[in-house]
């Protein structure tokens, strides 16, 4: 029988990381089969990829944050051959974890090591619940770098990440329960219009769509944006209601969105109720590519970064997809 090779890559510095890095490595040193990286940047990761391409793991386990995960993933679809991708393993080692919560292997760390060192026990078979999933890559960048991300938000999501900074990473929350608590109070504080997380930015968009169908946006006010490859982002919620066949979902809510605080509850459910329509000021799209043109900041699975300006759009593309496996 084939002896499954399984590759871990590491990232010490990651939330979870921080304080269980020496117990996974122990662990993970008894299996004759696995072998462990430790990167501690995104070049010793990148470093690491030719080898790691000859070698061809049948499984790549990333032990990271969101921010890992997603620069990993890029890596790894930009050095392997198309035909050739390795099933992926998320293990959430990061604070918010959100890319886990979808397609990782559970949403705790300690629960996804031990499950994980089940699966390595029973030598690491390749079937089961097995989800395919695109990942971003994100150009226009005002340093001219081009990331990857599963999950990019702007307009009160960058007001959102400022109140977890400040208010909820800070004493040492993580996971699901910072972010439903950063989300409760950020919609308290948009029902009421609170100046502090409402703050619609000017945003013009350009998509192509199913088969490719242009659509296109003239520049207005965005209370919210949300774009993601992930189904699902934190504690059920699913904010995308438009179901065209393509890889990348969009959800744009003006500033000034009528019936806000009854809208958007279905919003997250991605079930929309009467009040989510256009003209309300609630769209959901998919799209394969998407131009977004404004200044300001975006956040991208946690890191922060500026736009060039209003001329020269953010361009969101889909590469992948690629396979991620969760061990039961
Ligand atoms: N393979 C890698 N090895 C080491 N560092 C990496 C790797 N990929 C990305 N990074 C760096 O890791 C940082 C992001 O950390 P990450 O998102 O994993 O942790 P976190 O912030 O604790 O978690 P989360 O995003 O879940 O809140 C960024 O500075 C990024 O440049």
Known sequence: MHQTSVCVISNPASGNNRKWQDRVAARLAAYGFVTHHVTRSPQEAAALMPALVRARPDVVAINGGDGTIAATLGMILGHWPAD????????????????????????????????????????????GDIRARHVMRVEGAADGQVRHGMFMGTGAI????????????????????????????????LIRRDPAFYQPTRVRMEMTGA??????????????????????????????????????????IRGGAAHFARAFPSVLRGRPNRHVTP????????????????????????????????????????EGPLRFLRPR
């Open 84 to 127: 050739a991708l390795p099933l992926i393993v998320v293990l959430p080692g990061g604070t918010a974890n959100m890319t886990a919560g979808d397609i990782g292997v559970a949403a705790t760390h300690r629960r996804a090591l031990r499950r994980f060192c089940r699966w390595l026990d029973r030598g690491a078979p390749l079937a």
């Open 279 to 318: 003209e309300n000021g609630y769209e959901s799209f998919r799209a394969g590519r998407i131009a977004l043109a404004f200044e300001g900041e975006v956040n991208l699975d946690g890191e922060l970064f500026a736009t060039a300006g209003p001329d020269v759009p953010l361009v969101v593309t889909a």
């Open 158 to 189: 960058m007001q959102a990440t400022q109140f977890a900074h400040s208010h909820v990473h800070s004493r040492g929350l993580g996971g699901e329960l910072s972010m439903g608590m950063t989300l409760i109070r950020s919609v308290w504080g």
């Open 211 to 252: 088969d490719d169908t242009r659509i296109r946006r003239d520049e207005a006010p965005m209370l919210i944006l949300v774009a993601s490859t992930l189904e699902r982002l934190f504690l059920g919620i699913r904010p995308f209601w438009n179901r065209a066949d393509a890889p990348v979902g969009l959800t744009a």
